[in-house]
């Protein structure tokens, strides 16, 4: 027996020194009194790896990943005495925060302890093969670490992924709040000064005066919502015949705070106007400068669209109401992102939801695919 325990402890010894020269000295603890082993993994600058860039992006995302970005990972190893010939090594994952983050918990530490344990006990992915325990014998630890230090990358993608989702989300939001506040600016310096104050009395709701939004709420009306593979999309109807109407109608529904958080809010509409090019041209001033009129030999027609988000979306939207028909009506799908990519189908989805409500409502004609031409309903 005392040949065994020798050869164990020369074993370990080995074991100890390979991890040195593989991890560097600094990341390989050894207690001998309380036979623990610690690794540790990351924690340091860039250590797994960051094709992000540098520059402002780079620290950017770099201050939104925060302390998880920090922290360390730390594999603390009980080596019995008969490892390797006879018994297995206990592995206990600790997740430590980066000094000057002080002592709160990492956010997503849970997280990612639970992902670095599966890795390092069995399958932490459906891809990967359960990890057998080693033969007696034979070391073990290096699996474990390279098991963890995979894990702790995953993971750490996860985390860079959802940081610059939310920071190009916020840039976004920051350049079209921009937008809006210089196009209120240009819009004010072209007005006499009393004209203005009286429009800045009125527009208190989504640039719209209040009276028209609360005629407008009572005009929307909504369908069922579908879903589809943890996505659910919900269609909004109503009667509009102008601009003004489009706009109160939209502002109407940015009331409700669960269509104001949906992830797209994709919008169409199409108004038919009187005939003739002097009925276009009085039409023209109020429509946005991405309206489009067509006149035709007994009418014109004014509309518009809107992606919010989803490329192409509010074109089809569009095309939908053209191809069918519909007048006099905006219509507005809103899509609340289960976190499962949908591809090309989500259009699909878009449009049927859209075309059952207006076929309920009576702008699209069940049969022949004719426009209702609904004026004026509501719930």
Known sequence: MAADEQQDALAQHDEREALRAIYGDDAVRWDPDLRVLTLVIGGGENDDGDDDGGGAAAAALGAALGAAARASLQLRVLLPCDYPSRSPPAVEVVVVPAAGDGDDEVPGAGDLARQVEGACAAAADDDEVALPPPPPGEVSLFPLAERARGARRAWLERQRQEARRRRERAEADEAEEEARRRERQDGDAAQPAAPRRRQLEQEEEGGCPVADVDRMARLVVSGEPVV????????????????????????????????????????????????????????????????????????????????????????????????????????????????????????????????????????????????????????
């Open 228 to 379: 589809e593979r943890k996505s659910t999309f919900q269609a909004h109807v109503a009667a509009v015949s102008s601009v003004a109407d489009v706009r109160a109608a939209v502002a109407a529904l940015m009331r409700v705070g669960k269509i104001r958080s949906a992830t797209h809010n994709m919008m169409a509409w199409r108004i038919r106007l009187g005939g003739g090019a002097a009925a276009a041209a009085a039409a023209a001033p109020s429509s946005s400068s991405s309206s489009s009129s067509t006149a035709a030999a007994t009418a014109t027609w004014l509309a518009d669209c809107d992606d919010d988000g989803e490329d192409a979306a509010g074109g089809r939207l569009l095309q939908l109401l053209h191809s069918a028909g519909a007048e006099g009506v905006v219509v507005v799908v809103s899509r609340w992102f289960g976190g499962v990519l949908l591809g090309p189908s989500r259009f699909a989805l878009i449009n049927n939801t859209a075309r059952a409500l207006l076929v309920r409502e009576g702008y699209i004609k069940q049969a022949g695919g004719g426009g209702g031409g609904k004026r004026g309903g509501g719930k």
